[in-house]
Every structure is written in structure tokens, then in C-alpha cells.
């Protein structure tokens, strides 16, 4: 595992510290597969299943999450439309609205988790 050292890396970590079933190194990397095989639309984080936990997660760390996007947009060569396929509102291109901002609060997670714990 790599060392939290962003503001959204520390979050991200200690959400997954709170909901592992302890803080074994082995306990800490199940739960992290956890995330990255069903998502935190399969509801595997607590904290981030109602939109507005999402809305409010996404809004506190938009900046971070919204580089790390076009990182992953950069590197893929997908924009946000492609990545999120029929799930993204391409109504709302700027992440105005709470769908958009919703699945980009999911993304930054799992994104963090994956960055975190080398997956």
C-alpha cells in the first residue's frame, strides 16, 4: 500500500480503515478489492451511497477529483461521456448536477483506492 499523502488520499483511507473489518494490512486490502470489484454503487462504502453524501463528497474534494478525471481521460483517450457510458448525463457536461457529480464522487474513490493500494 502507498502512502496517503493527498487530502482526498488521507480521506479516502481512513473511510476505508472505518469500514474494513480491521486494520490488518490483509483486512485493509480486502476491503479495497471490495470497492474495485463492485463499486460504491454496490453500496460496499456506507458513507456514499445517498446523494447527498455523494454531492457533498464530490464538492469537497471536485478539485482533486476532477484532475484525477482528466488524468484518466489523458491516458485512456475517453472523455467523461465514454468513461461513464449511459450512466453520465452528457446534458450536463460540467458536473453541475447531482447525477454527474454523484458518479464523479464514486470515481474519485475507487480511483484513490485503486492509486492507494497498487490495483
Same mark, same amino acid.
Given at each position: 500500500?502507498?502512502?496517503?499523502?493527498?487530502?482526498?488520499?488521507?480521506?479516502?483511507? &481512513?473511510?476505508? &480503515?472505518? %469500514?474494513?473489518?480491521?486494520?490488518?494490512?490483509?483486512?485493509?486490502?480486502?476491503?479495497?478489492?471490495?470497492? !474495485? =470489484?463492485?463499486? @460504491?454503487q454496490a453500496?460496499?462504502?456506507? =458513507?456514499?451511497?445517498?446523494?447527498?453524501?455523494?454531492?457533498?463528497?464530490?464538492? &469537497?474534494?471536485?478539485?482533486?477529483?476532477?484532475?484525477?478525471?482528466?488524468?484518466? @481521460?489523458?491516458?485512456?483517450?475517453?472523455?467523461?461521456?465514454?468513461?461513464?457510458?449511459?450512466?453520465?448525463?452528457?446534458?450536463?457536461?460540467?458536473? &453541475?448536477?447531482?447525477?454527474?457529480? %454523484? !458518479? !464523479?464522487?464514486?470515481?474519485?474513490?475507487?480511483?484513490?483506492?485503486?492509486? !492507494?493500494?497498487?490495483?
Amino acid at each position: 500500500m502507498n502512502k496517503p499523502t493527498t487530502k482526498l488520499e488521507k480521506v479516502v483511507y &481512513r473511510m476505508i &480503515r472505518s %469500514n474494513a473489518e480491521s486494520t490488518s494490512p490483509d483486512d485493509l486490502q480486502s476491503y479495497a478489492d471490495d470497492v !474495485l =470489484q463492485g463499486g @460504491c454503487q454496490a453500496g460496499t462504502v456506507g =458513507q456514499l451511497i445517498y446523494y447527498t453524501d455523494t454531492v457533498k463528497f464530490y464538492k &469537497r474534494h471536485a478539485k482533486e477529483i476532477d484532475r484525477m478525471l482528466a488524468d484518466v @481521460c489523458d491516458e485512456t483517450g475517453l472523455p467523461p461521456a465514454k468513461l461513464f457510458g449511459n450512466k453520465w448525463d452528457s446534458e450536463d457536461p460540467m458536473a &453541475r448536477d447531482y447525477l454527474n457529480q %454523484n !458518479l !464523479l464522487a464514486w470515481f474519485g474513490f475507487e480511483e484513490t483506492t485503486r492509486r !492507494l493500494f497498487d490495483l
